[in-house]
């Protein structure tokens, strides 16, 4: 093979996942979403995708695509209230959002780990609008960065915070509260049976360093983190999609999904002031 090598450990290699589920359903011509750019990228890469291949269903790689097309949707909704606003888009990986919901005035930040970042500005070049971020999300010195761009502010994390334990992410959630009032932010979350189901499939890829830590079940509880979070929708991950037309085994995976709640996307917003006890 021919291409640009990955040379990443576990927890990062786990960035080719959902680009490789997004381009297969691509190229298989799925109606919920077209993701070209993920295609392109892939056609790029010296990886041996066979050791995934026969592991990663349709219903795995629906469910990243389903988790897109809905990100995209709060995003393109966001935009219309505030054409110029600024996404920040946390854990960005190898992800592709930018392309699909340019509307030609956002500014748009992707922040990742600095060997992340490096692979990542070889296949998706910055532009005069996008900016990628070298850093741990756990870092916060990141956000005196975005803190000088346009407001209005969405981020999105995408795959990102189950790999965090809850008191890292309680930390994340109130220095942000602080740094940005008025800020959202849309993420997905599993339930704590969906992260140990989903730490076995990384195990049977080979990517068992890749360990996830936090799982939700009611995103209530993110109101009790800080005083100004307020939730804004919690809902399961094939809302809304047209589903016709999918594999019966997957059919049953998202019929489950919506009785139980196992992956959910999780919509919230810091107030500009705290809330009145």
């Known amino acids: 093979m021919s291409g640009i090598q990955f040379n990443l450990g576990q927890v990062p290699e786990t960035l080719l996942l959902p680009l490789w589920g997004r381009a297969e359903l691509t190229r298989a011509g799925s109606p919920i979403l077209q993701d070209r750019v993920a295609a392109e990228i892939i056609d790029k890469l010296d990886y041996d995708f066979s050791k995934v291949r026969g592991d990663l269903d349709y219903s795995k790689n629906l469910s990243w695509l389903a988790r897109a097309r809905q990100f995209d949707d709060i995003i393109r909704a966001f935009l219309s209230r505030s054409p110029e606003a600024t996404v920040v888009n946390l854990g960005a990986g190898l992800d592709t959002t930018s392309a699909r919901v340019d509307n030609g005035t956002l500014r748009w930040f992707d922040l990742d780990l600095p060997e992340v970042i490096e692979v990542r500005k070889s296949l998706i070049p910055e532009t005069s609008r996008s900016t990628c971020i070298a850093a741990s999300l756990l870092d916060h010195e990141w956000m005196a960065q975005v803190a000088s761009a346009p ?5 999105v994390a995408g795959g990102v915070l189950f790999y965090f334990s809850e008191s890292a992410l309680v930390d994340l959630f109130r220095a942000m509260g602080r740094r940005f009032p008025g800020a959202e932010i849309v993420f997905d979350a599993m339930t704590p049976a969906g992260v140990k189901k989903a ?3 990384l195990r049977k890829v ?5 360990v996830m830590r936090w799982g939700l079940t009611d995103a209530r509880v993110l109101e009790s983190w800080q005083a100004n979070v307020e939730l804004l929708d919690q809902f399961e991950y094939f809302r809304g999609l047209d589903l016709r037309g999918i594999p019966l085994k997957t059919r049953v995976m998202t019929i489950a999904n ?8 999780v919509h919230c917003r810091w107030r500009s002031a705290p809330a009145v006890a």
Do not use: C, K, P, S
């Not at 407001?151 to 981020?155: D, P």
């Not at 919506?258 to 996307?265: A, H, S």
């Open 151 to 155: 407001q209005r502010l969405l981020f």
């Open 199 to 201: 730490n076995g499939m």
């Open 206 to 210: 080979g990517m068992e360093g890749a």
């Open 258 to 265: 919506r009785l139980l709640r196992v992956m959910t996307i």
